[in-house]
């Protein structure tokens, strides 16, 4: 269950994608004064050294952030990403690259808190480590769908829920969209952010159809191929699906990955639309 490790792919085109969605919904819920809660169910290390050796043998973050950090002229969204980047890395050198947690923490402002779960022993050591010293960061070490259960909905009452499994176990894609189910009827306020992988063997669309089941309302999904081949083996695109998406955010993010793959992919694909 824990053979996965994200510091193999860390600031891979995934990556990029989750990450600008994950800004986006953030700054959206910055627009009310009042404050909001952020709960990252499977939050990871929360940063990642890409001068390790697992990130240097896969080389993913090549086609991932490497791409985009010399870019010029840049959408709003893609300059947030950026900035946010630059904040872990001072120098020129740029190889820390921040998992979710750590895009969060620099989009929250003073009342508001970010909720981060892992269980995976190695995780949750370098999780602790690397945000002990952030009052607004509240890490739990347990299982990610109890504490979905456990932790909404939020006392601020409003809020981003950002579910982000490793789909080492097959039945999570049907599993996931049960547990999204359930957590909306608790918590129909917050904003549900879901990652899945879009593999050959397309396990994805079991997870999109039980969301179709399920008859949940304003739904939006986006999947981008950023590369012109996609590998026959492996993780060919990458895919979000939104509930309770913010008004105008769908829009926000279909110009921005237009922008991105005319200026900077040449050749990328984004699909997107309503379930």
Known sequence: MFSYQHRYHAGAFADVHKHLVLVALIKALQK???PFAVLDLLAGEGLYDIQSKESQKTGEFKQG???ILAVEHAPTLIQNYIDIIAAYNPTDNKHIYPGSPGFAVKCLRDNDQLLCVEAHPQAITQLKKHFRRHPQVHIHE???YEALKALIPFKEKRGLILIDPSYEVKTEYKDIAKALKSAFDRFAQG???VWYPILPENHHQQLLQGIQRSELTKVWYCEWTPLKK?????????GMVIVNMPFQVDREL????AWLNKHVYKQGVFKEGWI
Do not use: I, N
């Not at 279909?254 to 990955?257: M, V």
């Open 32 to 34: 009310k004064p009042t």
């Open 65 to 67: 952030f490497s791409k």
């Open 142 to 144: 347990r299982d990610a």
């Open 191 to 193: 904003t549900y952010a």
């Open 230 to 238: 996609a590998p026959e083996k492996g993780l060919q695109a990458s």
């Open 254 to 257: 279909k110009d921005t990955f």
